[in-house]
């Protein structure tokens, strides 16, 4: 191994995965009531129907940045065995984690004279940061070098396509990215938004449907308008406790564009008591965001 790559929780990769890829994930957090909880954690499966559970009972979940510490004792570990290190940062238009872990490597790279580290704004959320690593992992079993890989993601970041839907708009309202009339007018009248993440890194809309079915067929269409080469792309998809309309939508996108392979996981705790139940997105590489 050339190099080791670390990236943090809010690429939404599960243990399985990071294993496989050989990846370090340092976590965010987030806080029940007084309770605070990492939203990944090595070695230990998450219970994510009983967050989601709470997050339908109406608890109210206060999320953090990943922390200082954890980030340092994550480089460390890595720099102290004499490895080089490409750390892939949540969007830093969507959460200041990555001016934290840019931060710790100025500092580190002080301790650490002869070893390299480069951090890679990801502007990308959720499993979209998560299929840029993947691509990082590639490109590292290749034998191409950190200063590659990091330019490689650099110069294709921008081509991750994020395509997603919410089923409760009051999780946006209360995140500030819907006002309240538009909420309870969406939801009386069943309106499901489009939304997508921009060039910038931040959450935008891009449309509207309504009902359910709908919004899952616009993400398959658009994926058709955005995607290259399909036939030979891994797509991941994320779902905030709604398995069904996941696995409706990776049927229908094995169907329409016989995709390499689909990988299905949970949006995580962080991401998800902002995004809420009921949340459906899509990830591959497209001509544009």
């Known amino acids: 191994m050339s190099f080791s790559i670390i990236s943090d929780s809010g690429a939404n990769l599960t243990q399985k995965l990071a294993t496989e890829y050989d990846v370090k994930i340092v976590s965010l957090s987030y806080s029940v009531g007084d309770t605070e909880y990492l939203s990944y954690t090595e070695g230990e499966e998450v219970d994510y129907k009983s967050f989601y559970d709470k997050l339908r009972a109406g608890e109210h979940i206060k999320t953090s940045l990943v922390g200082y510490d954890r980030v340092e004792a994550a480089l460390k570990a890595e720099l102290d065995k004499g490895n080089d290190v490409l750390y892939v940062s949540f969007s830093s238009a969507l959460s200041g984690s990555h001016q934290i872990a840019k931060n710790c490597i100025d500092d580190l790279s ?12 990801s502007l990308c959320a959720s499993m979209g940061q998560g299929l840029l690593v993947k691509y990082a992992v590639e490109m590292r079993n290749k ?3 950190l200063e590659e890989t990091a330019k490689w993601l650099e110069d294709n970041k921008l081509q991750l396509v994020h395509l997603f839907t919410v089923d409760d708009l009051f999780f946006l309202k209360r995140g500030g990215r819907l006002s309240g009339t538009v909420a309870v007018v969406g939801t009386i009248l069943n309106i499901k938004p489009l939304l997508h993440v921009s060039n910038e890194g931040k959450l935008v809309s891009y449309g509207k449907t309504r009902g359910r079915k709908s919004s899952i067929d616009e993400l398959v269409k658009r994926m058709g308008e955005l995607g290259t080469d399909l036939k030979n792309q891994d797509v991941f998809i994320v779902h905030g406790d709604c398995i069904e309309d996941a696995e409706l939508l990776a049927d229908k996108v094995k169907k329409a564009y016989k ?31």
């Open 259 to 289: 995709v390499k392979s689909i990988t299905i996981n949970y949006v995580d705790q962080v991401i998800g008591s902002h995004s809420g139940p009921g949340t459906l997105a899509i990830f591959f590489l497209g001509t544009e965001r």
């Open 143 to 145: 034998g191409c070098s």
């Open 110 to 121: 002080e301790q650490y004279p002869d070893r390299k580290m480069i951090i890679v704004d």
